[in-house]
């Protein structure tokens, strides 16, 4: 073999490396969630003012206010949870991942209250008009999701309570906060159009 | 010296005596990306069959006027788990199934990025399969009404409503398609971060195999396009049993909502259904033409391109519901632009051919045959994008033979060539070369004869789904024409699945690289072992093996 070619053949520059798997895995997913979610927000948009009958909108809905800032301010206290779990300063990660949690919870009582004030005082259900069908169907996708990312907060405190090495799984860790943060980002778009835009 | 080794042989270990209930275990509990894949194929293929018998059947009920051989009900339920099953039990599992198999070996890796997420895809899509042909069964539901769906496979609102599908065949429709489409993100997922995280050392994505750029691109679109039809299959769950009202038009909903969100799917998921034979051209054909690849960034950019402009054509398949002038003429428009990148790679694919040294095995054959009948398909879509013409042929036969010349003429003879491309890597064995010849004379004539009448059709006003037809429309002799092009196909298609079983355990031992190939899946041994690459590979151009089979004029002195 001609030596000379060979030894210009290109080199890879320093340290081959790629993306994490995991890492990409989560903003794919996100990506995907997203296309899910964005059908159900047109749709609601498309039926925004088209129910034949009442309880319409303006009526019936009142802005999730307290809601809205727990959910909001469970990012930032996931965000601190997180770096604290990166100092390895154990007991701060819990009582912030602790506080992530009752304001996740916090959040799902409300709309688990609003709903209950909707159904049996305004009586709004699924099927009385457009506008129940879209806003149980959208609310109630992203509650679902609240739900979800909220038992996946609880296991990471149930396991790091019971004395799990939790610091040795920061990654994991910080794709669960980018849910979080996901949902919360989802919760925004929600607000604007159900209760912003919608009323 | 070259990094690539060939792996060394290795004395065979005694194997443990055979027992089926340890084989059958090594299947169900595989994480192993290439019986996945395989798994996929053999499935899609079962499907396939089962599909293709409902499409005899269709035929054999249209081959002459007031046809008696199914009833009209029956008839309802064959056309549409005709589509349905060819379209989510054949084509998806066939995007999942060479992607997975290919993918890993050609980009220099051991496994997919997750390979329990794959496990769990493959189950999961083989659950919805079940569950859709469950609807046999089970479809009839507490009220006694209905057996297999029977709303077509696009499922127009409101024929989906509870007023006019009772019993729970649109429910095993839904369910079916919702459970079997989580499974095929999931392998998308999947595909996509194994192609950013995985390649091997010197794999830029300037030097990936063209296969892994499409496959990649076609998960992008799966990824985007399969959610909006999960969304719009939950809000008709939520119609059918909570009342909802999304496609309810008798409380101000829209049925043509229902429209919009299926073919925001529905027309990415024919390009999602037809990368995979781009992908497999983009291989054999320079291989058979014996040059590397005419125009790569070209193929890529196309490629992308189709991959972000499919998504914004999808009403084109709305013309005639009467949308507003303006909307006609956009969708119009985009679709046009969405030919010129097509149009690109057939260009691209013959530039590739010409001046080469063509070796006309089968898969080329394949290939050669697919060059001539997609174009046709290209240009009666081309023809039908047009508002006017569509007003004129919606809904015909016309529209049939489009689409079955695009998947019919175009994927399957795509996926024939690829599947036997890959036959000796995946058995070891090469299969046999007359009856791959015969296969693909039978199945090229049988399928002129059948899909090119259908076209005659739709311009003579016969509309598609229509049970039977009286004897006096001129419809007579096409109809005849069209079935009888049967005669050809099922033969083929029986003489594929011989050559399949025959050369698996008859056939010549291949080798690992009879084709005299460039990619990295020849480098390995056929079949490949769990592990794929005894060595991680290093690559320094887009044609690996050709560097080390040509050390004195490699590639990548010329990139």
Known sequence: MDAAIVGKAPLIQGEWKLPDRGTMGVIFLIVTESALFTIFVVAYIVYMGHSLSGPYPKDVLDLPIVASVCLLSSSLTIVLAEHALKHQRLTLFKLWWFATIVLGLEFLVSTGLEWRKLIYEDHLTVSTNLFGTTFYSLVGLHASHVIVGMLFLILVMLVSLFGFPIHTQERRVKFLSWYWHFVDAVWVVVFTVVYVIGR | ?559
């Open chain 2, 1 to 559: 010296m070259a990094s690539i080794h060939y792996p060394v042989e290795h004395s065979q270990v005694e194997d443990a005596p055979f027992s089926l209930s340890s084989y059958m275990y090594e299947w169900v509990s595989t994480v192993d990306h290439k019986r996945l894949g395989l798994m996929y194929i053999v499935t899609a293929l079962l499907f396939f069959v089962i599909a293709g018998l409902m499409a005899t059947i269709i035929r054999l009920q249209l081959a002459f006027p007031n046809g008696k051989v199914v009833d009209p009900d029956t008839y309802n339920r064959l056309f549409t788990m005709h589509g349905t099953t060819m379209v989510f039990l054949v084509g998806m599992p066939f995007v999942a199934g060479l992607s997975n198999y290919l993918v890993p070996l050609m980009i220099g890796a051991r496994d997919m990025a997750f390979p329990r997420l794959n496990a769990f895809g493959f189950w999961i899509f083989l659950f919805g399969g079940f569950l859709l042909y469950f609807s046999y069964i089970g479809g009839s539901g507490l009220s006694g009404a209905g057996s297999a769906p029977d709303v077509g496979w696009f499922a127009y609102a409101p024929l989906t409503s509870r007023a006019f599908s009772r019993g729970a065949s649109t429910d095993y429709w839904i369910l079916g398609i919702l459970v079997a489409g989580i499974g095929s993100i999931a392998s998308a997922i999947n595909v996509i971060v194994t192609t950013i995280s995985m390649r091997c050392p010197g794999m830029t994505l300037s030097r990936m195999p063209m296969f892994v750029w499409v496959m990649l691109i076609d998960s992008w679109l799966i990824i985007i396009a399969l959610p909006p039809l999960s969304a719009a299959q939950i809000m008709l769950l939520i119609d059918r049993f909570l009342g909802g009202n999304f496609f309810n038009t008798q409380s101000g909903g829209s049925a043509v909502l229902w429209q919009h969100f299926f073919w925001i799917f529905g027309h990415p998921e024919v390009y999602i259904l037809i990368f995979p034979a781009f992908a497999i051209l983009s291989e054999i054909i320079p291989i058979f033409s014996r040059k590397p690849i005419f125009g790569r960034p070209a193929m890529v950019g196309a490629v992308a391109s189709i991959g972000f402009i499919s998504l914004g054509v999808w009403a084109h398949h709305m013309f005639a519901v009467g949308m507003s002038s303006w909307s006609n003429t956009f969708f119009t428009a985009s679709t046009m632009i969405v030919g010129i990148p097509t149009g690109i790679k057939i260009f691209n694919w013959v530039a590739t051919m010409y001046g080469g040294k063509l070796r006309l095995d089968t898969p080329m054959l394949f290939c050669c045959a697919f060059l001539f009948q997609f174009l046709i398909a290209g240009l009666t879509g081309i023809m039908l994008a047009t508002g006017p013409f569509d007003w004129q042929l919606h809904d015909s036969y016309f529209v049939v033979g489009h689409f079955h010349f695009t998947l019919v003429a175009g994927l399957v003879f795509a996926l024939f060539a690829g599947m036997y491309y890959w036959y000796p890597k995946v058995t070891g064995r090469m299969y046999n070369e007359t009856m791959g010849k015969w296969q693909f004379w039978l199945f090229t004539i049988g399928v002129e004869l059948t899909f090119v009448p259908m076209h005659f059709l739709g311009f003579l006003g016969m509309p598609r789904r229509i049970y039977t037809y009286a004897p006096d429309r001129g419809w007579d002799f096409w109809n005849l024409l069209s079935t009888s092009g049967l005669i050809f196909q099922i033969p083929a298609v029986l003489l594929f699945v011989y050559n399949l079983l025959y050369s698996g355990f008859k056939g010549e031992r291949a080798g690992d690289d009879p084709w005299d190939a460039w990619t990295l899946e020849w480098a390995t041994t056929s079949p490949p072992r769990d592990y794929n690459f005894e060595e991680i590979p290093e690559v320094k151009s887009s044609r690996p093996l050709w560097d080390l089979k040509n050390p004195n004029d490699p590639d990548w002195r010329h990139e």
